[in-house]
């Protein structure tokens, strides 16, 4: 079973549609919750961490939102820029240096 | 900053080839991650390193995968030999962890795209 679900996998919107992408965990424990933004031939790059449920952070057109089970990226008025691929990973408490368990990605197109 | 940078960019490759990918880190970046990521998969961990030593390898797919960093500067991710099957994007990834503290943040390479004939 896969700790981190992602979906959907593909998202179409119009430039001014918002949404909201999801991403549901199972891991027991958390320390912390990432959303990564990744362009085409590039690394993921960090857009938020959330440690808590009921946390949320913003970011330009971005916001998110974390449960105790799922968290949301909310994408208010998205622009075409905002096309990309929208990754989410868990950290989960067993160490002081443990690894990161990424979903699949939603993959996110914006049309002008 | 130069970020993290990984080498080659692009390597196609016949099967049976032996394949070296190379990463340097951030400085004062005291982990380092390796992630393939492929359409079928997503980004799976391969290994990690903590201090130059490497904590958990359970990622590494079989024995012809290995992973060495000799210093805080440097690290190899080794196929050898190579398949068809190996073919996906690698990255690696670095961040600066002190002990107790919150959660990583990573900070990915380019990667580099790998195709084995």
């Known amino acids: 079973e896969d700790q981190v679900t992602q979906s959907p996998e593909a998202l179409r919107l119009q430039e001014g549609e918002s949404s909201s992408l999801n991403c549901s965990y199972t891991v027991s424990g958390l320390r912390g919750l990432f959303w990564y933004r990744q362009d085409p031939g590039k690394g993921p790059e960090f857009l938020f961490t959330?440690?808590?449920a009921g946390e949320e952070k913003e970011k330009e057109r971005l916001k998110a939102t974390l449960t105790k089970k799922e968290s949301f990226l909310h994408i208010t008025a998205p622009k075409p820029e905002d096309s990309a691929t929208y990754l989410c990973a868990v950290q989960e408490p067993t160490g002081a240096n443990s690894k990161l368990t990424f979903g699949k990605g939603i993959t996110l197109s914006v049309r002008p | 900053d130069a970020g993290v940078i990984q080498s080659p960019r692009h390597e196609v490759t016949e099967m049976g080839q032996e394949v070296t990918l190379r990463c340097k880190p951030i400085s004062g970046h005291n982990s380092l991650f390796w992630y393939r990521q492929t359409m079928m998969r997503g980004l799976e961990l391969l290994i990690y390193f903590n201090n130059n030593v490497p904590i958990d390898d359970s990622g590494m797919p079989e024995d012809r995968f290995s992973a060495k960093m000799p210093n805080a500067s440097f690290s190899t991710l080794k196929i050898q030999p190579s398949e068809p099957r190996d073919s996906a994007v690698y990255f690696c990834a670095t961040a600066k962890v002190q002990v107790g503290s919150g959660a990583n943040v990573l900070t990915f390479g380019a990667g580099s795209r790998l195709t084995v004939l």
């Open positions: 959330l440690y808590s």
